[in-house]
């Protein structure tokens, strides 16, 4: 079967069927998943093959979901993507339901009938990286949509009766632009009501466009500890009420354990981010990068003498042998190579 580079952490357990290589717009300047790839349409025949390789492998019963790679099958004209759904059932008919990744634009341009149509024909949860609720800021990332879309599709799909999951990325804008990063997603997502908010935050790879900001100092990092309360102040602002599942459910993240229903773990989320706001700066900088090295995973590791004592001698050899590093480059860099 032919393999795309990447799912979303939720979908392992799902059958990966490559339905385009690559991603028709490539062109976000802080993405370098598909750079490598060519974009083009896989054929249904070939589709098709990999569908009955699927069926004929030792693991055909086990599969009850299906993720349709890569980075965007919601170009893909509804008719095709239903003729795939046929096969999909015809051949494994243990699959109930069918992901994928979906640009806003791409999910905008569908009618809520075709969305209602996909629906039912088994396209239960669309991923969509809206990344930003900020204009200013999906200008500067070449997102290639503006927040008027995010708001048209996510409400369409909702409509629709689809399971929404939105990515969102802190640290995009950098200092300069962090509450207006904060503020405008939280505006976005009150309007929209996802399922879920699947919150990340940024690394810029240094060879990435985004690197630019940086070397022309347009573009200012932040520390592990202002990405916090970036993340602090949107959740603050994201409405009570919301029956939505908040995760930061990948490794990226600083802070794990901030998972929850907004309706009812709002405050204990906040309360998590808050203890770690409020730990002294070197404990704050030991649990920072013992996150980074992967030696602490929660914040309570931070009580674990073992874990503690490797980091203290990582933060020493790393502060012995480069006594000038800014701890934000560091963690920055780590970041980016796990993205
Ligand atoms: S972030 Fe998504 S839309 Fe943008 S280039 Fe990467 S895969 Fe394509």
Redesign the pocket.
């Known amino acids: 079967m032919e393999l795309g580079p990447i799912r979303p952490p939720s979908e392992a357990e799902s059958l990966m069927l490559r339905v385009t290589r690559g ?1 028709h ?4 300047y802080f ?1 370098d ?2 750079k490598k790839y060519k974009f083009s349409r896989r054929r249904y025949e070939e589709i098709e093959e990999d569908l009955k390789k699927a069926a004929d492998s030792e693991y055909a019963q086990n599969y009850t979901t299906c993720f349709l790679q890569d ?2 099958a919601f170009v893909l004209q509804t008719e095709f993507l239903m003729q795939i759904l046929e096969g999909i059932h015809k051949y494994l008919p243990n699959i109930k339901h069918v992901t994928t990744y979906a ?1 806003a634009d791409s999910i905008a341009r569908k009618s809520v009938s075709e969305l209602r149509e996909l629906k039912t024909a088994g396209i239960e949860h669309l991923y969509c ?1 809206m990344e930003t609720g900020s204009d200013l800021i999906l200008r500067k990332i070449n ?1 290639g949509f503006d927040a008027a879309t995010i708001i048209i599709s996510g409400t369409k799909a909702k409509e629709a009766g689809m399971v929404l999951s939105e990515f969102t990325l802190f640290g995009i804008g950098g200092k300069e632009l962090a509450e207006e990063n904060a503020v405008e997603t939280a505006k976005v997502l009150n309007v929209i009501k996802p399922d879920f908010v699947r919150v990340h935050a940024t690394g810029i790879k240094l060879s990435s466009e985004m690197w630019n900001y940086v070397k022309n100092k347009e573009l200012t990092l932040q520390s592990e500890e202002e990405i916090v309360s970036e993340q602090k102040i949107m959740l603050e602002l994201l409405a009570d009420d919301m029956d939505c599942i908040y995760m930061n459910e990948h490794i990226v993240n600083l802070l794990l354990e901030v998972r929850g229903n907004i309706r009812t773990d709002k405050q204990n989320m906040l309360e998590t981010i808050n203890t770690y706001l409020q730990l002294p700066k070197q404990e704050q900088e030991l649990f920072n990068l013992g996150r980074r090295l992967n030696i602490m995973f929660f914040l309570a590791d931070l009580n674990n003498r073992a874990k503690r004592k490797q980091t203290e001698e990582g933060l020493r050899k790393i502060k012995t042998q480069n006594p000038d590093l800014d701890l934000a480059f560091v963690c920055n860099y780590v970041r980016q190579t796990q993205i």
Not at 25 to 28: D, F, G, H, R, V
Request: net charge positive; proline share 0%; with cysteine.
């Open positions: 991603c717009w490539n062109k976000c993405c998943l598909y980075g965007d640009r990286g997102k």
